[in-house]
């Protein structure tokens, strides 16, 4: 008899109902307000609901996260484009390897936030109100970096020799070697490091607003509901990240099934 498994829609469901009844448990047990004050650390599920909905402030959320989501979309073609170059160089070049490894170790170990306390200072933030701020854009393209860089190398190398010596007797290079072979046997790699980076990137542009001197976006208004002590204000458009990076991170993976069906396949088989 073979054990039945839980389908993945249902394990996401029941995973999803038993974290909002622990924050829903923690929330009125443990968090409470001291005394001599209303502010409570944790509001309850309830509390979130009814500001977003109940108070209707998703209504504005579009406005909140439109800056956000540009910078992160800005950073994350850049930081992956840049990853994407340095991992092929590596293939025309393979004597580079340690060093472009290196760099991309580099830019994984640097203290974000102090490279974004640098760079708030080079960069600045957004040249008009409502852009994209300079800061966020450029640490949503260095958190994406090294990801992409390694998936990409490791999946280009991942290629067949016995398909890399035909081309090579055939007469091709390093270059026909790379589009033809090593670029269709790394999509895998590249692609679940591409997704990867999604919320990476989000993340990256986030912190840059938060640091950087700017009126809009998800840095800012963070910045206000902590000054304005409004926890469930905190909570909700901490939440509304999430579900923007979540359903970001879902929408690449869906490009992936469809980019590589061989791979779903097989993993299904």
């Known amino acids: 008899m073979r054990a039945r498994s839980v389908p993945t829609w249902l394990a996401g469901v029941i995973g999803g109902v038993s974290l909002i009844a622990l924050w829903w448990i923690f929330s009125l047990v443990v968090f409470q307000p001291g ?16 500001w977003l909905f109940v108070d209707g402030n998703i209504a504005g959320a579009w406005n909140v996260f439109q800056p956000t989501i ?6 994350y073609v850049w930081g992956n484009g840049i990853a994407l170059i340095l991992a092929a160089f590596v293939l025309i070049f393979p004597k580079t390897e340690n060093l472009i490894t290196q760099i991309a170790v580099v830019t994984y170990c640097l203290p974000i936030v102090a490279v974004g306390g640098i760079s708030v200072v080079v960069l600045g ?9 300079a800061t966020a854009i450029f640490l ?11 998936g990409a190398i490791l999946g280009f190398k991942s290629a067949d020799k016995a398909s890399l010596d ?3 007797v055939y007469g091709g290079g390093a270059w026909t070697q790379l589009y033809k072979v090593r670029l269709i046997a790394a999509l895998p790699a590249i692609l679940n490091a591409l997704q990867i980076a999604v ?3 989000f993340l990256g542009a ?7 001197a700017i009126t809009a976006g998800v840095g800012p208004t963070l910045v206000r509901l902590q000054g304005q002590l409004d926890s469930a204000g905190v909570w909700s ?3 509304l990240t999430a579900v923007f990076a979540l359903v970001a991170y879902g929408l690449v993976g869906l490009l992936i099934r469809l980019v590589t069906p061989w791979v779903a396949g097989s993993a299904a088989r």
């Open 70 to 75: 540009t910078a992160a979309a800005i950073g």
């Open 237 to 239: 458009v901490f939440l």
């Open 206 to 212: 986030v912190l840059g607003e938060y640091l950087g």
């Open 140 to 150: 949503a393209a260095l958190v994406c970096v090294f990801t992409t860089v390694v």
């Open 199 to 201: 919320p990476t990137a």
């Open 166 to 168: 035909v081309v090579r």
């Open 125 to 133: 933030g957004a040249k008009n109100p409502g852009d994209p701020s």
């Open 35 to 50: 005394e001599g004050t209303s502010y409570t650390p944790v509001p309850s599920p309830w509390a979130v609901f009814e």
